[in-house]
């Protein structure tokens, strides 16, 4: 249905894509995985004809078939139509579009109240359902969806994930939700960056996504253990030639001038020493695997007493500009506790967890981290990485901020560079670095994990679930939910409840 063939995509100097083909069929659920700023969504438009800032190169066939694109962010002048002037945005089988309407709003967890709703007025996971019901509306032969599981809530994943795998029409998707790629790909490409972003390369293979994961890593330890031993040997050989060219040295500067035939027979030995040198220097080594995933951070030095009282909350009413969203919340957190609120769509979860920052952020006897859910809340005020990371700017913190950034995969220019310039999931991890440089003791983070790749989420769920401080938080990742939160709550119209998780 789809044909890319040699499809190479260049920005500036830099490649993200050379030389990709395939072949999308029927059922074929294709993920697109990798690093933030590897290219993925650039991949997409370029599909689609409407990358107009990069070179393109390679053939894209399209067989006459249309294709359904959701956007990572809604397009601006979305924003201010009212639902149903976006959903129905022409007249061409409007009563067929009024039945699916109806067909698909229970299975996407709306009411038919949200038509006469401004856009910009819903939260952001009612953004991404109501673009995927439009999609739906226009029944496309190929849906490129990217990012599409942003801001959903649990019930609305789920939904996605049997929706992805039961409709027969072929789909290609950028995500970074584990539990949906494991539960829905049957085809991976990871795009990468390597030799410190320099160059690219792409694997594509028909498999699901656990599988992929198991056989990369299963690779990258099998290289790593032949890269080490090969060094080993190496060097081992290495000192032992040096020792013996050390000693034939020192006996040709002790060796008698009455000796010549000595001297020619040491020359040489020599000789041919320094020949086998040259072809050990000459031997090719296995190189250790280069990834981009290897993250390396960690807290230090943090610590809150289990009996602590972080922050008590009691809200009669959650308003939502002069909306009231919830009622009668109540909340005691105290101690060393990793805590997550979950809820449906815009029932106001990163309002209540702003409403918890702001309280906090008054406390001097304890330092707090925030991770808003729209990055910009917080990093408008900042022109540079540096300035961000390491606000005081001592020579000692900014060398320090270098070493957390470096570790975090950021490249020289991304460090000295514009926040403006970065991705969303590189900014993410120059909030975790702020928060190790600062060595806080309550996070605040509204959805952690959602822009940073599944193959590098692994890393931070577990040095979050290390973490021996305090963690209030909203997430809809499963995964993260499942191996760091030990306190779960659920945010309706009634308040809070806690859960079992």
């Given at each position: ?102 067909k698909y709003l229970n299975l996407i967890h709306l009411d038919d109240e949200i038509l006469e709703h401004e856009i910009k007025t819903l939260s952001g996971g009612e953004k991404v359902k109501i673009s995927i019901l439009r999609l739906l509306m226009n029944h496309y032969d190929i849906l490129f969806l990217d990012e599409p599981t942003n801001d959903l809530d649990i019930e609305t994943l789920e939904w996605l994930e049997s929706f992805i ?337």
């Open positions: 249905m789809l044909e890319v063939k040699n499809l190479s995509i260049k920005i500036k100097d830099r490649y993200f894509v050379k030389d990709l083909s395939f072949v999308l069929n029927p059922k074929d659920k294709l993920a697109i995985i990798g690093e933030e700023g590897n290219g993925k969504s650039t991949l997409l438009k370029a599909i689609l004809g409407i990358c107009d800032f990069a070179i393109i190169s390679g053939s894209i066939n399209t067989n006459n078939k249309r294709i359904g694109y959701l956007e990572q962010s809604m397009n601006e002048e979305h924003l201010n139509k009212k639902v149903y002037d976006f959903l129905f945005d022409d007249d061409n089988d409007y009563y067929e579009k009024v039945n699916d309407f109806y795998n039961y409709v027969d029409i072929p789909i290609v998707y950028v995500s970074h939700d584990e539990t949906l790629l494991s539960h829905s790909a049957n085809m991976i490409l990871h795009l990468e960056q390597i030799r410190k972003k320099t160059d690219c390369r792409h694997t594509l293979l028909k498999t699901d996504y656990d599988t992929y994961v198991e056989e990369r890593l299963r690779k990258i330890n099998k290289q790593t253990q032949i890269s080490k031993s090969q060094k080993r040997e190496f060097h081992k050989q290495q000192e032992k030639l040096n020792r013996v060219i050390q000693k034939v040295e020192y006996q040709q500067n002790t060796i008698s001038r009455q000796d010549p035939h000595g001297a020619r027979i040491l020359k040489k030995k020599m000789h041919s020493l320094k020949s086998q040198k040259r072809k050990l220097e000459d031997v090719e080594l296995t190189e250790m695997p280069d990834v981009e995933e290897s993250l390396n951070f960690f807290f230090e030095d943090v610590q809150i007493p289990n009996s602590k009282n972080i922050v008590s909350i009691n809200i009669p009413e959650l308003k939502l500009q002069e909306k009231i969203i919830s009622r009668n919340i109540e909340l005691d957190v105290i101690g060393h506790t990793h805590l997550c609120i979950i809820g449906k769509n815009g029932v106001g979860k990163s309002t209540l967890i702003k409403i918890i920052y702001n309280i906090l952020k008054e406390r001097k006897d304890i330092k707090i981290g925030y991770m808003p859910q729209t990055y910009e809340d917080v990093l408008n005020d900042y022109e540079y990485v540096l300035d961000f990371v390491c606000p005081q700017g001592t020579k000692d913190e900014i060398t320090k901020a270098r070493m957390y950034l470096g570790n975090m995969k950021l490249t020289r220019e991304e460090m000295t560079g514009h926040i403006r310039d970065l991705s969303n999931g590189t900014k993410a991890k120059l909030f975790l670095t702020r928060f190790v440089l600062e060595q806080c003791h309550v996070l605040i983070l509204d959805e952690p994990t959602r822009n940073v790749s599944p193959l590098s989420n692994p890393v931070i769920r577990k040095v979050l679930k290390d973490f021996n401080g305090t963690i209030v938080s909203v997430s809809h990742d499963r995964k993260y939910i499942d191996e760091v939160i030990d306190e779960l709550y659920v945010l309706t119209n009634n308040g809070l409840r806690k859960v079992d998780n």
